[in-house]
């Protein structure tokens, strides 16, 4: 109240307001400056009006918003519009008011700057600056005039992006487990100890946390944002936010646990180069993590059949079970174990003991003496540290998969997605398959910062004008207008299956996923079961298929799908097979029909 108020009010009159109105600070608010205005009506200008209050208000609540970790996209499966600036769900009009009544935010259009810089106004990041989200929309809205399509310079990409990075590489991380091991926990905690949330925002969470009685969710709000999140207390989205370790620049993908929310998590897999996967030690609570129906080995097959072979296992709430070893060993023992099944290396396993909660053994090494004891290996942002690189495929031509699709206001609209090969200018004319239309790229939009230039392993939000906003959804993919990406209905693919108890026949019924898409197919053919060593066929046209078994088949989907020859572009000929709600097999394409 003293924020907003500042000394117009003593503090027995705002004790006494706060006591009168039930302890509704709002009301009380309101209270004071209605009976000010009332008792002082002639001297409106030594007040406070309930106006200026209410911006006053609008104006800390944006700065409290502006300083939240910065998020670039929410990839959103099921359709849900999302605005690619993470605002606030808040209405228009108080978006508008704050436009108008904020002389800061009218800047950009008062200064008769050249486009170029008022593009990188644009650009400042939401960390570093004071300024407020709804500004960002403001100024995010202001559209480029930098001239499209016009002379190509010639780029050296990779040149470009050796500078851009500062010789930092870019990695994609997933963090993923069961539900409740603690992953938002976790890696919100290691956002605030890296100050990428600042203390202030840090504070009111606890307090809010506390107020819902759920003081222990305050770390795992830094990433859960919306209300439904937390009223749950569960990840939906695929939240996205950047950190910095000695040589890499992370971009960070909070993925969902319950059961329920795989597809979203498969999106966000889908994306990554490496993972966290985090396992809640707890006495119990790892069995049920990790026996049938709990999510850590779905979603450890998963992000591997999805290509990712370097993981970190971190051991979570070591706290609860006092740092013990034996403990420790155990679990890592039966992880390890089934991991080899799934098809990791053990040399790009790590096991990394941690506690999200009191943030120990997160970016640096624990001072714990339960745990030095007997540990003395890398904390876990050092392991991130060290993940290698993926070579990106930027030599390839141009590929997006289109994550998300959204409306802004100003010409065009944003499609947001990872380019997975190629690079790309401002002013490229793309093709979106399998619309087949073209587009013509106005502004790109890395981790909130307008660029000239995107390659492949960025995750950008491209604004794009000259077709239509219905032709392109989650899955079309934009590429170079020289190269098309194939389209097809019927594909020849390699598959392995996993857990599945009733055996599969031609015809069986099944979900195809990969990259963003989630298409219903089925086989249309067992073309014959295939000798795990060699590849050769060892049995032609098998009646069915059983679990664990290798085999080539042809498969149909219901509409056209976007994908490529696992040789070509391994990003996009790899899927995944599902069916009841499991994933039961991953295949590449061999053969696109
Ligand atoms: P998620 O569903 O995997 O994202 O899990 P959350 O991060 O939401 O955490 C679930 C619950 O576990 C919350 O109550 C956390 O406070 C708690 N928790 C997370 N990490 C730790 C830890 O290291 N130690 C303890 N004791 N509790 C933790």
């Not at 679990?331 to 990394?352: H, N, P, R």
């Not at 080539?552 to 391994?570: A, G, M, N, W």
């Amino acid at each position: 109240m003293r924020n907003v108020a500042g000394d117009s009010f003593s503090e027995p009159v705002m004790v006494q307001a706060v006591i009168n109105n039930n302890y509704d600070l709002e009301k009380a608010l309101n209270f004071l400056f209605l009976q000010n205005e009332t008792s002082s009506p002639k001297n409106p200008a030594s007040i406070p009006s309930r106006m200026k209050v209410a911006e006053k208000r609008l104006e800390m609540d944006a700065d409290f918003r502006a300083s939240l970790v910065p998020k670039i996209a929410k990839m959103t499966v099921s359709g849900k519009q999302t605005l690619g600036f993470e605002t606030p769900s808040k209405s228009n009009d108080v978006k508008n008011e704050v436009a108008s009544s904020s002389q800061k935010s009218n800047h950009v259009e008062d200064l008769n700057i050249p486009a170029k810089e008022a593009d990188s106004t644009h650009t400042v990041s939401k960390q570093s600056s004071p300024e407020t989200s709804e500004e960002m929309v403001v100024r995010a809205n202001t559209t480029p005039s930098k001239p499209s399509g016009k002379g190509r310079q010639t780029l050296d990409i990779k040149a470009e992006l050796e500078k851009r990075q500062g010789g930092k590489q870019l990695i994609n991380l997933v963090v993923i487990g069961h539900v409740d091991a603690g992953k938002s926990t976790l890696m919100g905690h290691l956002l605030f100890l890296l100050g990428n949330v600042n203390k202030r925002v840090m504070h009111r969470y606890e307090q809010e946390s506390k107020k819902a009685g759920k003081a222990s969710f305050a770390y795992a709000w830094v990433l859960d944002e919306t209300g439904e999140e937390r009223e749950r207390g569960v990840t939906i989205d695929v939240g996205m936010t950047k950190f910095e370790t000695q040589t890499k620049v992370v971009s960070l993908m909070d993925a969902p646990g319950h059961k329920d929310f795989i597809p979203n998590m498969i999106t966000g897999a889908a994306q990554a180069d490496v993972a966290v996967l985090v396992v809640n030690v707890t006495t119990g609570e790892f069995e049920a993590g990790f026996e049938a129906g709990g999510q850590t080995r779905e979603h450890a097959l998963l992000v591997r059949s999805l290509g990712v072979t370097q993981l970190a296992v971190a051991m979570n709430k070591m706290d609860t079970v006092d740092w013990s070893q034996d403990r420790f060993d155990s679990i890592a023992a039966k992880i390890g174990q089934f991991l080899k099944q799934a098809g990791f290396k053990d040399s790009e396993v790590a096991y990394i003991p941690t506690s999200g909660l009191s943030g120990e053994n997160l970016i640096t090494s624990s001072t714990e003496g339960q745990l030095t004891a007997w540990y003395n290996g890398p904390c876990l942002l050092e392991q991130i540290d060290v993940f290698k690189s993926p070579n990106r495929s930027i030599d390839k031509p141009y590929r997006l998969c289109v994550s998300d699709v959204f409306k802004e206001q100003g010409s065009g609209f944003c499609v947001s997605g990872k380019i997975e090969a190629g690079y790309m200018q401002l002013g490229d004319r793309l093709l979106v398959m399998p619309a087949n239309e073209i587009c013509v790229v106005k502004v790109i939009s890395l981790h909130d910062e307008a660029q000239d230039w995107a390659a492949a392993g960025d995750h950008v939000t491209l604004t794009v004008t000259g077709m239509d906003i219905t032709k392109v959804t989650t899955g079309s993919v934009l590429c170079a207008m020289n190269s098309p990406v194939k389209v097809c209905t019927r594909l020849l693919a390699r598959i392995l299956l996993f857990n599945i108890d009733v055996p599969v026949t031609k015809g069986f019924p099944l979900l195809l996923h990969y990259q963003t898409v989630s298409e219903p197919a089925m086989i249309k053919h067992l073309v014959g079961i295939v000798n795990k060593s060699n590849g050769e066929i060892v049995k032609r046209k098998p009646k069915c298929l059983l679990k664990g078994q290798n085999a080539i088949v042809e498969l149909q989907t219901q509409r056209p799908i976007c994908i490529e020859l696992y040789k070509d572009f391994r990003e996009l000929g790899r899927f995944m097979l599902r069916y009841g709600g499991l994933t039961v097999a991953a295949g590449v394409v061999t053969e696109i029909k």
